[in-house]
T-cell receptor, first 108, second 115 residues
Framework: DAKTTQPTSMDCAEGRAANLPCNHSTISGNEYVYWYRQIHSQGPQYIIHGLKNNETNEMASLIITEDRKSSTLILPHATLRDTAVYYCIVIGNEKLTFGTGTRLTIIP | GAVVSQHPSRVICKSGTSVKIECRSLDFQATTMFWYRQFPKQSLMLMATSNEGSKATYEQGVEKDKFLINHASLTLSTLTVTSAHPEDSSFYIC???????????FGQGTRLTVV
């Protein structure tokens, strides 16, 4: 599976959009980009995934660059409950390997 | 969304004893299950991948005789930590992926403390 690189931590003001970047320059053609988040001492929660088109659901939007080497997760109106560690994962053969993730802190 | 139930949520055991953790997919058939271990302030480390009816595939450095994984049915996988030691104290998390699912679902985790 392709390796991902994310910033260690980010802050975002409550009510603003949180934009979390992820680099996956070695991604191959059949690998999907998945985003999960983990709130302290809980199991990870699925957020969104995509292959090459941008995706949107009730939680977030996923923007994937045309060359698929990077993506951005967007939380449009961040709330305090969005404080968590966000993991960007590339999956091709259904093996889920987590990187270090981004610790997102929403500031009141 | 689909539900994965993990039990127990917390367990304290004495050093040298064995502990079994169950992971159940409640509303779908989990053809593949993953087991992870997570130490404080660290990411999830994949321990093994199991497919129903076959032996688990362990990641490098994970002792298969110490961490016994059984995936006997499409809705249940178990992880048994044998002869537990204090260094096995950690947060253990399971994940399940089924045919027709577009994402993996995670259990709520089990915090194991070995004293």
């Amino acid at each position: 599976d392709a390796k991902t690189t994310q910033p260690t931590s980010m802050d975002c003001a409550e009510g603003r959009a949180a934009n979390l970047p992820c680099n996956h320059s070695t991604i191959s053609g059949n690998e999907y980009v998945y985003w999960y988040r983990q709130i302290h001492s809980q199991g990870p929660q699925y957020i969104i995934h995509g292959l090459k088109n941008n995706e949107t659901n009730e939680m977030a939007s996923l923007i994937i660059t045309e060359d698929r080497k990077s993506s951005t997760l967007i939380l449009p109106h961040a709330t305090l409950r969005d404080t968590a560690v966000y993991y960007c994962i590339v999956i091709g053969n259904e093996k889920l390997t987590f990187g270090t993730g981004t610790r997102l802190t929403i500031i009141p | 969304g689909a539900v994965v139930s993990q039990h127990p949520s917390r367990v304290i055991c004495k050093s040298g004893t064995s502990v079994k953790i169950e992971c159940r997919s409640l509303d779908f058939q989990a053809t593949t299950m993953f087991w992870y271990r997570q130490f404080p302030k660290q990411s999830l480390m994949l321990m093994a991948t199991s497919n129903e009816g076959s032996k688990a595939t362990y990641e490098q450095g994970v002792e298969k005789d110490k961490f016994l994984i059984n995936h006997a049915s499409l809705t249940l996988s178990t992880l048994t930590v044998t002869s537990a030691h204090p260094e096995d104290s950690s947060f253990y998390i399971c994940s399940a992926w089924g045919d027709g699912n577009t994402e993996a679902f995670f259990g709520q985790g089990t915090r194991l403390t070995v004293v």
